[in-house]
Nanobody
Framework: QVQLVESGGRLVQAGGSLRLSCAVS????????MGWFRQAPGKEREFVAA????????YYADFVKGRFTISRDNAKNTVYLQMNSLTPEDTALYYC????????????????WGQGTQVTVSS
């Protein structure tokens, strides 16, 4: 059993920054890759970023355009998403997820999900 708890979402002005956190607990979870997804009203849930707990280059969706950075702190069992230069298009419910198998870019490659944290970017 894996538990994921996101935090850090809030209302922020366009051009601002936020850092989302995802605290993870569960047996052998430190060996899992982790991903961030987001979903806006009326839209499909989409991949944002992913990172391996064992190292390697992170993976990002094309729309990130260098604005977001995914990172991890294995000692704290926490994964982060640093978001800079936010725009209203970034408004969404952001989820973290634990990867099981398959491509990082697909939702069904993940088997555990957090409850989401709301990010709202005003104009």
């Amino acid at each position: 059993q894996v538990q994921l708890v996101e935090s850090g979402g809030r209302l922020v002005q366009a051009g601002g920054s936020l850092r989302l956190s995802c605290a993870v607990s569960g047996r052998t979870f430190s060996s899992y890759a982790m991903g961030w997804f987001r979903q806006a009203p009326g839209k499909e849930r989409e991949f944002v970023a992913a990172i391996s707990w064992s190292g390697g280059s992170p993976y990002y969706a094309d729309f990130v355009k260098g604005r977001f950075t995914i990172s991890r702190d294995n000692a704290k069992n926490t994964v982060y998403l640093q978001m800079n230069s936010l725009t209203p298009e970034d408004t969404a419910l952001y989820y973290c997820a634990a990867h099981r198998s398959g491509s990082y870019y697909y939702m069904d490659s993940y088997d555990s999900w957090g409850q989401g944290t709301q990010v709202t970017v005003s104009s």
